[in-house]
């Protein structure tokens, strides 16, 4: 496999790296209205490129149902196109919205348990 193969950091300080396997991307920040569409584009790039995107949420400091729905449209464009979207290193933001709307569960990508 080639997880993880190159790594590039983009202007927004978003890291992108893997082969045609394998996808990562790591987001930073607030997943919010105010860079809904830049991570749409972004997620939507990587899905048509990789069979498996892995996406880690551990820098989210922040999210709102701007950002729950990008993610839940690209789970779905995943699920269109056969290919699998995976959700890792929820960080406390994260797992805060995603217990509160019991979303867990509709993801299916495990969640880290508080600290």
């Known amino acids: 496999m080639n997880a993880r193969a190159m790594s590039t950091v ?17 987001l930073d920040g607030e997943l919010s209205i105010y860079r809904a569409a ?6 939507q790039t990587e899905l048509t490129r990789c069979a498996v ?5 551990a820098g989210v400091t922040e999210i709102d149902s701007a950002g729950i729905q990008v993610l839940i449209l690209a789970k779905l464009m995943a699920r269109d ?12 933001a994260v797992r805060e919205v ?11 990508d495990a969640l880290p348990t508080a600290h």
Request: cysteine-free; proline content about 0%; aromatic content about 8%.
């Open 81 to 92: 196109e056969s290919r699998e979207l995976r959700l890792v290193h929820h960080s406390d």
């Open 10 to 26: 983009d202007e927004d300080g978003i890291e992108i790296s893997g082969g045609m396997d394998i996808g990562y991307i790591a």
């Open 98 to 108: 995603f217990e509160r709307l019991a979303l867990e569960r509709w993801f299916g």
């Open 38 to 43: 830049e991570v749409k584009s972004l997620l």
């Open 53 to 57: 995107l892995e996406v880690d949420l």
